[in-house]
């Protein structure tokens, strides 16, 4: 079976600190993906990535960064926390041919931003 | 742009009622379609998936889902619910040829009463 596997499941963090969310996946996946979810909003985009340190916005990349220096590993930056990027954080991978873009997911990381 | 839109946002069931929750899509070309659920703290599953051929597609846990050309639409349905199947639904949709992106609805929260 995949296995996606995200860093923290809980995190709080102050105002202005740099935190950094780490996303892993044991299946050799081209494809990796940040995701935030919100109520009423569903997933959104932040950034993807297709293959090492390549990676592309997504629909909300402002305020978010990302690192991808092994294929195994996709990292999403908060350059300096704010409030408003208090959310559910989502990982998935996906293969790059051959799955019909079916990804899948990490647990979710919650973040709160005080 | 592609967009998905889950009209419902929440559904109140007994448990044994049939299910029924809607997903219609906007998007140029040729789709692929997915149904994940979304237990509470949990990251995304996927139910079942759509690619091409037969129309209504089985899923796991009892769930069918009928993609209708005409009408851009995928509909997830249940016979009978279990309490067990209190959860989010997601639908989505990603392009069959190209970019690797899958863009989700709003999702649907599914609560069951004994």
């Known amino acids: 079976d995949v296995k996606v596997t995200q860093s923290s499941r809980y995190l709080v963090k102050r105002t202005g600190e740099k935190v950094f969310l780490e996303c892993v996946q044991d299946?050799?996946?081209?494809?990796m993906f940040w995701y935030r979810q919100d109520p009423g909003l569903g997933l959104r985009l932040i950034y993807f990535?297709?293959?090492?340190?390549?990676?592309e916005k997504g629909d909300i990349p402002e305020g978010y960064s990302v690192s991808r220096e092994k294929k195994e590993r996709f990292s999403l930056i908060l350059e300096s926390a704010s409030t408003n990027q208090t959310s559910m954080y989502l990982c998935?991978?996906?293969?790059?041919?051959?799955?019909?873009?079916?990804?899948?997911f990490g647990p979710g990381t919650r973040l709160t931003v005080t | 742009a592609q967009s998905v839109s889950q009209h419902n946002h929440h559904v109140i069931l007994s448990e044994a009622a049939s299910l029924e929750l809607g997903c219609n899509y906007s998007?140029?070309?040729?789709?692929?379609l997915f149904w994940y659920v979304q237990s509470p703290g949990q990251g995304l599953q996927l139910l079942l998936k759509?690619?091409?051929?037969?129309?209504l597609v089985q899923g796991i846990k009892g769930f069918e889902a009928e993609f209708k050309r005409s009408q851009s639409s995928f509909n997830l349905r249940k016979p009978s619910v279990h309490w067990s199947d209190a959860a989010e639904y997601f639908c989505?949709?990603?392009?069959?040829?190209?970019?690797?992106?899958?863009?989700f609805g709003q999702g649907t929260r599914l609560t069951i009463n004994p």
């Open positions: 759509y690619f091409s051929g037969d129309t």
């Open positions: 299946m050799d996946h081209e494809n």
């Open positions: 989505a949709v990603g392009a069959s040829q190209g970019a690797q992106k899958l863009v």
């Open positions: 998007y140029g070309g040729t789709v692929n």
């Open positions: 998935a991978s996906s293969l790059a041919s051959g799955s019909h873009n079916e990804q899948y």
């Open positions: 990535s297709y293959d090492v340190k390549m990676k």
